[in-house]
């Protein structure tokens, strides 16, 4: 289980030795409050997130977020 910050995950995975090679046996990626972070400019970063682990996983997104309409 790894649980990070787009932005923060992205840094790793661009500065940390061996770290992106650790990425590829993810099998299920999560984006919590994912509207919310396209909506603060992390679509670069979860672009970039979703580059570096394998194609062959699960996905999920979640939103809490709830409308006053």
Request: charged residues 25%.
């Given at each position: ?9 992205r ?16 099998k ?14 992390f ?25 006053d309409?």
């Open positions: 289980i790894l649980v990070a910050t787009p932005g923060r995950l840094d790793h995975t661009e500065n940390t030795p061996g770290f992106a090679t650790r990425l590829l046996g993810v299920m990626l999560v984006l919590d409050e994912a509207d919310h972070l396209l909506d603060m400019g679509r670069k970063d979860i672009e970039k997130i979703i580059d570096a682990v394998p194609k062959q996983r699960q996905t999920l997104l979640f939103s809490a977020t709830v409308p309409e």
